[in-house]
């Protein structure tokens, strides 16, 4: 969805910053502005302030800044158009978006109702929930049980469902309400309306709030042993188990703290490591880890560790999560796997170990790179052909949904030392043809999902709404761990800083051992020797590199084209990052001194310049299309500056964004661009 900058604009002028950081951040006036403990980093003194004035916030510990909708994107962890939409809905704007139509707006808007709708219900059921405990001997004692204090108890919300079929109908006015049904609190028997009853009976509750704090499900777990153990809420519009973490709310400013995020597998886990000093757990519910779990939590932080029990239902649960995490292990961030004894959970280990022993547990998890390749090698004889031809072909879908990277690179090789094969051979046996084609035919970065489905629907799609969103992110902080050197940080834990090089598998390697030497049946032979080392998949060219390339070569073949370009249209082309600014300046000093000249000309006195390669390189090969009406060919350039100049402009204006609370000159720049942002989309054959 592409939303108008006018209209972020607006939305800003109507918001205060003040009141939306208030929500979440006890704000206290100091002077001019507001004051209060910095949600990004631990503290005890205040050095987070607001700016009424200035509309921003600022931190002087740890330098985060910005504005509503970075606040709304950083803190509660939205992407951008989510964070848009709920400052909008706040101040009674609609979000103007072209690519929709009215009725789908009105769906969408109907959906958003509901959805608050739902909420409201079930933050209403909850607060009785909560009532009902205070009541519960019962329910009291098997917390305390569990050593949950009175305190952590009222951070996670937990309350008492109790016994009967329909202790609901003394909370809400009409216990047939469809709401009770459809937020699933209330099970509708097939038999007909009166067959209605709770679905949480005699159980105590966790609710589950999402990242805004609000309540969209609950988790329910009997007191003693009966069956089922725990009961989810069940799939709503609001709540989807694939999407939701428990204790994601209550933990995200620990898990800043701590500089990592443990994921552990039910809900009494997450609340007894928040009462013996571990608050930044969360959990999935009652679901494999999926990416989207993943995709989630990485919002908040670089660092994750998956913390799974010891038994076989562990090991397969790990696997899922591997499965999920891959296709986010991208170099910078740290996935580790944490597997106890197999007779503990978490909650018993920290018990019976103290918590130091589960911090060292934690500091010395498994890397993501090594639980990789022991999952592929799982029940392979490495010491037989068989057995690592087996491991290889486990190892492969693993090492695809990798992005790429340093990390996928090392991988390669070390999956190849294992098989017996040399890089390259195992990288060409994975990647057939994918080494020396030409740059042009991109073969797509692996991806878990395609795009389609990507289920991150409500972020700027990659590309060139993800730059919009650059200009709202406060700078990214990689220092934030290690640069305060906060206690129990990540890096404090012992191999926590390792990354992927902690430990070689234990698995026999018999060295030296090159396929093509020992069995070279040319079966696997390769197309061709020279290929680089490693080939990687090529990620896809940027559209504005494909842009820039074919403004070049309808120059470079049309010269008399650059008499007709206005100022703007120069500026923009010098503009272009090198090789393609240099090669439009060559280009131009060239027309000055000599006129228009053919490209055979051009050729020669390019001869060892700087911008050859280039100039050859889009004169050349299946693409250098140059022939055809030239009326046609004005018209493909004409669009192509028209797109530059766009760009050009969105970069400009994504700035003034920036200034605009510091700088009133720059909103009004922001409008001129803005107007000419616009008689240039409305120029040209379908400008971008
Ligand atoms: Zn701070």
Not at 251 to 257: F, K, L
Not at 401 to 418: C, I, N, T, Y
Request: charged residues 25%; proline residues 7%; negative net charge.
């Amino acid at each position: 969805m592409s939303i108008p900058q006018s209209f972020i604009q607006e939305l800003l002028a109507r918001t205060d910053v003040v009141e939306i950081v208030g929500r979440y951040v006890q704000l206290k006036k100091g002077g001019a502005n507001f004051m209060g403990l910095c949600p990004f980093h631990g503290e005890k003194s205040p050095s987070f302030s607001v700016s009424p004035s200035k509309q921003f916030y600022h931190c002087f510990g740890c330098g985060k800044n910005g504005n509503a909708i970075g606040f709304l994107m950083d803190h509660a962890g939205m992407g951008f158009v989510e964070a848009v939409q709920d400052l909008a809905q706040q101040v009674g704007l609609q979000v103007p978006d072209d690519d929709v139509s009215p009725q789908e707006r009105e769906r969408a808007a109907a959906a958003r109702q509901k959805q608050a709708t739902l909420t409201d219900v079930l933050e209403k059921a909850g607060d009785a929930y909560r009532r009902q405990l205070r009541e519960s001997q019962r329910a009291i004692a098997y917390f305390k049980g569990r050593g949950v204090s009175g305190a952590v108890a009222k951070r996670y919300g937990l309350g008492y469902a109790p016994e009967g079929w329909r202790s609901l109908a003394s909370v809400f006015p009409r216990y047939d309400d469809p709401l009770l049904e459809e937020s699933g609190l209330v099970i509708v028997g097939e038999e007909g309306q009166d067959k209605r009853y709770d679905r949480f009976r005699d159980r105590v509750m966790f609710p589950i709030r999402n990242v805004k704090g609000e309540c969209i499900g609950f988790g329910g777990r009997v007191l003693g042993d009966d069956k089922p153990k725990y009961l989810n809420s069940p799939e709503t519009p609001v709540f989807h188990k694939g999407r939701e973490l428990y204790g994601l709310f209550e933990a995200r400013t620990a898990i800043r703290e701590q500089g990592y995020a443990l994921v552990t597998e039910g809900y009494m886990d997450v609340v007894a490591l928040a009462q013996l000093g571990f608050p930044n757990a969360v959990a999935t519910l009652g679901t494999a880890c999926t990416p989207e779990h993943v995709h989630k939590l990485l919002r908040f932080t670089d660092a994750v560790v998956f913390s799974f029990d010891g038994d076989g239902a562990g090991r397969r649960a790990a696997r899922k999560a591997l499965d999920g995490a891959l296709p986010h292990a991208t170099d910078t961030r740290s996935i580790k796997f944490l597997f106890l004894p197999a007779e503990h959970d978490p909650d018993s280990f920290i018990r019976e170990h103290g918590t130091d022993a589960f911090a060292r547990h934690v500091g010395e998890a498994v890397p993501l790179s090594r639980f990789l390749v022991e999952s592929a090698s799982e029940g392979c004889d490495l010491a037989t052909a068989e057995g690592r031809a087996h491991m290889a072909s486990n190892a492969r879908p693993l090492w695809t949904a990798l992005p790429d990277g340093v990390l996928k690179r090392q991988l390669l090789g070390e999956l190849a030392e294992l098989t017996q094969l040399n890089a390259r051979d195992l990288s060409e046996l994975w990647n057939p043809g994918g080494s020396r084609e030409p740059a042009r035919a991109p073969a797509p970065a692996p991806r878990a999902q395609p795009p389609a489905a990507s289920p991150y629907a409500d972020e700027p799609p990659w590309g060139e709404a993800a730059s919009d969103l650059d200009g709202w992110h406060p700078p990214h902080e990689p220092d934030y761990v290690g640069g305060g050197g906060s206690p129990g940080g990540y890096e404090d834990y012992p191999g926590g800083g390792h990354g992927g090089g902690g430990g070689k598998p234990p698995f026999r390697k018999n060295g030296g051992g090159d396929w093509k030497k020992g069995g070279g049946n040319g079966k696997w032979s390769k197309r061709d020797k020279d290929a680089p080392w490693p080939p990687q998949p090529r990620l896809p060219r940027t559209p504005a590199m494909g842009r820039a390339d074919h403004a070049a070569r309808l120059l470079l073949s049309h010269m008399g084209f650059l008499e007709e370009l206005t100022h703007d249209d120069h500026t923009a082309l010098c503009a272009q990052p090198a090789p393609h600014g240099p090669l439009f300046t060559w280009l131009e000093a060239q027309f000055h001194e000599h006129g228009p000249l053919a490209w055979a000309v051009l050729r020669e006195s390019l001869r060892d310049h700087e911008c050859e390669e280039l100039a050859v390189k889009v004169m050349t090969g299946a693409h250098a299309q140059t022939e055809g009406e030239l009326a046609e060919l004005r018209l493909e350039l004409r669009d192509l500056l028209n797109r530059m100049l766009i760009e050009g402009i969105k970069e400009e204006q994504k700035l003034l964004v920036l200034q605009a609370a510091k700088d009133p000159t720059a909103l009004e720049r922001y409008r001129v661009l803005e107007q000419k942002r616009v008689v240039l989309l409305g120029v040209g054959p379908k400008a971008a």
